[in-house]
């Protein structure tokens, strides 16, 4: 929920963001509620962003989301209580949400769920300050790209027509087992779905390799991911630049008129480069 | 176990575009994304994570036998079969399963079965492709 307003950098704060206010004397102790609170990181971001107050944060209640800043960048942080486990499902919701709708309008570096420090004025310290042109080189980068993720799903009986059409042996089994008991015919099921599932894997391995190739001319970038699903047909994420998206979205609606029938596409984003950002070295 | 609502389908050769369910927030922000240990030594607070592992598919008995059962369900002779009749099928599928002391699950978003084992397949590894489950 951050609007890039590289006119209301030092102006434009909330009297709530507290984040900006000039740093703890190095070496004084830490306040009662300094040591209560902790700060969860959701990102890395330029500094000449505001937030619109609407944005929640994980945690229960959800925190409040505020920006620190350190130079020309800011790290996305809410406070959080740790008094229970982090990752039920609306913590992990608020996490992407918050910095799906920040990547729609200004380059971020997501980190990965769970991250949290001891305070803001650490997460300067100890995370943007010395890592400050690293961040910076990275966010210059991702300027007017964003990604996208792209599932595919067979359509369970044309996969398994498919199959069966290829795979003589899987067509013998099958009249085996033919309205036999599941007792009866243990073994050739087993058989069975054995290769099924490995014809499945080749026809995966070949329409993601297809997909990937087709997409990659409008893409700045496209990772395979693994399937999540025994009947997964491909699942990638690319990255796009802006204001090539529409030709992006045009080569996938070939695929999917390509494949009607065959494989149901599932276009999620844009999102944060999540795949396309890269941890350096421990 | 986690219900998550089916995002909106698309119409067929037309990719539906939705942000996703949190099967697919799962996928990306539990192993994706900049490892905030690499850039912070001192002031990380470790913070107990609920355990939830991004999905991964791995074959087994249990695989090979939903297959074999779909193929032997499998109408050769009807080849325009509705979404309705599939999900119908899905369900008599469950309720056969049972019997075998498999325990079904819910159904996903994108209409996947999240399964648990118990009974008898206990000494198989279980292959739980999605374990989204709140332990408090």
């Known amino acids: 929920m951050a609007r890039s307003t590289p006119s209301a950098t030092a102006g434009g704060e909330a ?13 004084a102790p830490p306040s009662d509620s300094e040591r209560a609170t902790a700060s969860y990181v959701y990102g890395i971001l330029p500094g000449d962003v505001e937030l619109t107050p609407e944005a929640r944060g994980v945690g229960d209640p959800p925190g409040e989301i505020r920006l620190v800043r350190h130079d020309d960048i800011a790290a996305l942080i809410s406070d959080l209580r740790p008094t229970r486990p982090l990752g039920k499902p609306a913590d992990l919701m608020a996490h992407q949400q918050l910095l799906d709708d920040v990547a729609a309008e200004v380059p971020v570096l997501p980190l990965r769920f769970g991250a949290v420090m001891e305070s803001p004025e650490a997460v300067v310290r100890e995370l943007l300050a010395p890592h400050h042109d690293e961040f910076r080189d990275a966010l210059e980068r991702l300027e007017g790209r964003a990604q996208y993720v792209v599932k595919g799903r067979y359509e369970e009986g044309t996969l398994l027509r498919e199959v069966l059409q290829e795979q003589p042996e899987a067509a013998r089994l099958r009249e085996q087992i033919r309205d036999l008991p599941e007792e009866a015919t243990w073994d050739a099921r087993i058989r069975l779905g054995e290769i099924i599932n490995q014809a499945v894997e080749r026809k995966r391995d070949a329409d993601t390799q297809a997909l990937a190739e087709g997409l990659a001319p409008q ?21 796009v630049e802006t204001d090539r998206q529409e030709g992006f979205e045009d080569a996938l609606e070939d695929f999917g008129r390509r494949w009607e029938g065959r494989v149901t596409l599932r276009l999620l984003g844009p999102q944060a480069p999540y795949d396309f950002v890269t941890t350096r070295e421990a | 176990m986690t219900i998550v609502q089916p995002s909106a389908g698309g119409a067929p050769g037309r990719p539906s575009s939705s942000g996703g369910g949190l099967a697919d927030v799962i996928d990306t922000i539990l192993d994706k994304g900049l490892v905030i240990d690499a850039y912070v030594s001192v002031a990380l607070v470790g913070i107990e994570l609920l355990t939830i592992n991004a999905r991964i598919v791995v074959a087994s008995v249990d695989t090979y036998l939903r297959f074999a059962q779909a193929v032997n369900r499998l109408d050769l002779a009807e080849h325009q079969k509705g979404l309705p009749e599939l999900m119908q099928d899905m369900t008599q599928g469950v309720a056969k399963s049972k019997t075998k002391g498999i325990a079904q699950g819910a159904l996903e978003a994108a209409g996947e079965k999240l399964r648990e084992f118990a009974g008898e397949y206990a000494q198989e590894p279980a292959p739980r492709r999605r374990r989204g489950r709140e332990e408090d």
Do not use: M, N, Q
């Not at chain 1, 963001?17 to 190095?26: F, G, L, M």
């Open chain 1, 15 to 27: 009297p709530h963001d507290r984040s900006d206010a000039p740093a703890r004397e190095p070496g």
């Open chain 1, 219 to 239: 893409c700045v970038a496209v990772v395979i991911r693994e399937p999540t699903h025994e009947e997964d047909a491909a699942h990638l994420a690319v990255l």
